[in-house]
């Protein structure tokens, strides 16, 4: 005999072919909490959108391919232009190329458990923060590995040379392919003469293409002491790296901790008054004391963020498949990191399988386990393209580099 209460009764979260309120009592909950994972995702993550990413649909890594550079030459008229020897006489480019493979990373995963009885007694109070810790876990990790990333593209660890021991700091990277494109960047904070790293403090930008010159202004630190001043000047000299490696005006970003960026904001004393400069209309500032924003520096926009990495991360590489295999690798001295100034062609993600839901009723345990997760790996493209800000001491004396 059919029971008329509950064959009459709708359930809130029950989904059925007419939208009456039947079918599975879960059916429109799952699909809320799969969507307000989704957007905490994208609300908390600030790199997905400022660097490149390409989708595979199989596969375990994938190539990008990085090319060298054109030049050009005046033609006699009447000669071959496939015979003319070389670009300077007319002739063809031969250019040299190579590739960067980025990984896929092993399955980033966010996972918990929702007893039956919690949800039945109280179901969005329960699940709404359950939701919004899942997304924001996922969209840290993705913004502090893609940072770690964009670190290592324009800076590689520094050595010790037996005169200046430079491993705890960073030193310009390696171009991909020598003469045919360019280094990476560095921005310091402290330099020494003498090998010493008690030397007095100074901003310095190193061209990268050569070892530094022996002597500079007297600057400060960036990150463990921020001043205003120091860092728009850091701005400014991260700008000028940029120009001279023809990396594209468009889409240049800055990467700075909350403390940095606020300075730069209230800065309102000193013969430098900085954030007047900054955000006056009148002198193409931009930005608001009212709303405490500062846009755009130099034609590089400004973003804070807690994620950028400021300890040593060594150790065993979890990320990859297997420990012998050949996999993406985010583990560096980043314990005197200040900052990040970069172009969204620097550095990629490669997507395997997109921010995604799951979820299963356990009898067994009364209540539903859900599970968010994503497959994607991240890699560098070229380190002309990323300015790296420390607050090392910059070498004087390494010319290997």
């Not at 960026?261 to 209309?281: F, L, R």
């Not at 130099?298 to 990495?309: C, D, E, Y």
């Given at each position: 005999?059919?029971?008329?209460?509950t064959?009459?009764?709708g359930?809130v979260?029950?989904?059925?072919?007419?939208?009456?309120?039947?079918?599975?009592?879960?059916?429109?909950?799952?699909?809320?909490?799969?969507?307000?994972v989704l957007?905490?995702?994208d609300?908390?993550?600030?790199?997905?959108?400022?660097?490149?990413?390409?989708?595979?649909s199989?596969g375990k890594?994938?190539?990008?391919?990085?090319?060298?550079?054109?030049?050009?030459?005046?033609?006699?008229?009447?000669?071959?232009?496939?015979?003319?020897?070389?670009p300077?006489?007319?002739?063809?480019?031969?250019?040299?190329?190579?590739?960067?493979?980025i990984?896929?990373?092993?399955?980033?995963?966010?996972?918990t458990?929702?007893?039956?009885?919690?949800?039945?007694?109280?179901?969005?109070?329960?699940?709404?923060?359950?939701?919004h810790?899942l997304?924001e876990?996922?969209?840290?990790?993705?913004?502090?590995?893609?940072?770690?990333?964009?670190?290592?593209?324009?800076?590689?660890q520094?050595t010790?040379?037996g005169s200046?021991?430079?491993?705890?700091?960073?030193?310009?990277?390696?171009?991909?392919?020598?003469?045919?494109?360019?280094?990476g960047?560095?921005?310091?904070?402290?330099?020494?003469t003498?090998?010493?790293?008690?030397?007095?403090?100074k901003?310095?930008?190193?061209?990268?293409?050569?070892?530094?010159?022996?002597s500079?202004?007297?600057?400060?630190?960036?990150?463990?002491a921020?001043?205003?001043?120091?860092?728009?000047?850091?701005?400014?000299?991260?700008?000028?790296?940029?120009?001279?490696?023809?990396?594209?005006?468009?889409?240049?970003?800055?990467?700075?901790?909350?403390a940095?960026?606020?300075?730069?904001?209230?800065?309102?004393?000193g013969?430098?008054?900085?954030?007047?400069?900054?955000?006056?209309?009148?002198?193409?500032?931009?930005?608001?004391?009212?709303?405490?924003?500062?846009?755009?520096?130099?034609?590089?926009?400004?973003?804070?963020?807690?994620?950028l990495?400021?300890?040593?991360?060594?150790?065993?590489?979890?990320n990859?498949?297997?420990s012998a295999?050949?996999?993406?690798?985010?583990?560096?001295?980043?314990?005197?990191?200040?900052?990040?100034?970069?172009?969204?062609?620097?550095?990629?993600?490669?997507k395997l399988?997109d921010?995604?839901?799951?979820?299963?009723?356990?009898?067994?345990?009364?209540?539903n386990?859900?599970?968010?997760k994503?497959?994607?790996?991240?890699?560098?493209?070229r380190?002309?393209?990323v300015?790296?800000?420390?607050?090392?001491?910059?070498?004087?004396?390494?010319?290997?580099?």
């Amino acid at each position: 005999m059919a029971n008329i209460f509950t064959d009459s009764v709708g359930r809130v979260g029950a989904q059925g072919s007419t939208g009456s309120g039947t079918g599975d009592s879960l059916a429109l909950f799952l699909k809320k909490f799969a969507g307000e994972v989704l957007t905490v995702f994208d609300e908390k993550n600030i790199m997905k959108p400022l660097h490149t990413m390409r989708t595979i649909s199989k596969g375990k890594s994938a190539q990008f391919p990085v090319i060298g550079t054109a030049n050009a030459g005046y033609y006699t008229p009447g000669s071959s232009i496939l015979e003319n020897s070389g670009p300077a006489a007319g002739g063809l480019n031969k250019f040299a190329q190579t590739e960067q493979v980025i990984h896929i990373d092993k399955v980033l995963m966010a996972s918990t458990f929702i007893a039956s009885i919690d949800e039945l007694v109280s179901h969005f109070d329960v699940r709404a923060p359950y939701n919004h810790q899942l997304g924001e876990a996922l969209a840290n990790e993705f913004d502090k590995n893609v940072l770690k990333v964009a670190v290592k593209t324009g800076g590689k660890q520094g050595t010790n040379t037996g005169s200046e021991d430079h491993t705890d700091d960073f030193v310009p990277a390696d171009a991909f392919i020598t003469g045919q494109t360019k280094l990476g960047s560095v921005v310091y904070s402290k330099q020494s003469t003498t090998g010493s790293a008690t030397a007095a403090a100074k901003t310095i930008a190193n061209t990268a293409h050569a070892r530094p010159a022996a002597s500079t202004n007297v600057e400060g630190a960036l990150r463990a002491a921020p001043d205003a001043a120091f860092i728009r000047r850091a701005l400014f000299e991260s700008a000028r790296l940029l120009d001279e490696k023809d990396v594209p005006k468009s889409d240049r970003y800055a990467i700075v901790t909350p403390a940095m960026y606020y300075e730069m904001v209230n800065n309102s004393s000193g013969t430098d008054v900085v954030s007047s400069s900054m955000i006056n209309k009148d002198v193409g500032g931009e930005g608001s004391l009212a709303g405490g924003t500062i846009v755009r520096v130099a034609g590089i926009t400004l973003l804070v963020s807690n994620h950028l990495p400021n300890s040593n991360t060594l150790g065993t590489n979890t990320n990859q498949w297997l420990s012998a295999s050949a996999g993406n690798d985010y583990r560096a001295k980043y314990g005197n990191l200040a900052g990040i100034v970069f172009q969204k062609g620097g550095f990629a993600t490669l997507k395997l399988m997109d921010l995604t839901m799951e979820s299963e009723y356990l009898i067994e345990r009364q209540g539903n386990l859900f599970v968010a997760k994503y497959s994607m790996g991240h890699g560098s493209l070229r380190p002309e393209s990323v300015v790296v800000w420390s607050d090392g001491v910059r070498p004087t004396i390494d010319a290997n580099w």
